[in-house]
């Protein structure tokens, strides 16, 4: 999620950033960030940070659309957190639109692959915000 002028920001001053969850056939669709970006090689959900007067459900689709080529519906919000950072965040569950054919922007993802839930909670390389909320996950605190 890297800073953009017209990042939103929540009522204490923390930027905001929407995250999509897109499962499939049991497996949910993560990337490896970009050698470059802030927290490079990481593994984690698609998302960024919500603009100015966006709304969440808007947010996460355009992010979706810049990242990873792809259109996504969001379902509903499955909670708020916040990252160790500061980041308030918030996880949509999103269906792909259609066949999705990605096309990954290089300067922000440098992989998109598929897991299931208790290997990603135990993957080497995820980002360290991502954690509570697979733990959540695989604790069936929240169906997909």
Known sequence: MSPHPQDAVDASGRRIGVIAVIERHGRLLVIRR???VRKEGKV???GGGLRIGERESDGVVREVAEEL???VAPLRRLER???PWGTSLSWWHC????SPCFRLDPREIGELF???ADRLAEH??????NHEFLARLVRGVHSL
């Open 44 to 46: 984690c959900f698609p």
């Open 34 to 36: 970009a050698a470059g």
């Open 69 to 71: 080529g792809a259109s």
């Open 95 to 98: 269906r792909l639109v259609g």
């Open 81 to 83: 957190s916040r990252s």
């Open 114 to 116: 598929w897991e299931t």
């Open 124 to 129: 080497p390389d995820l980002l360290e915000s």
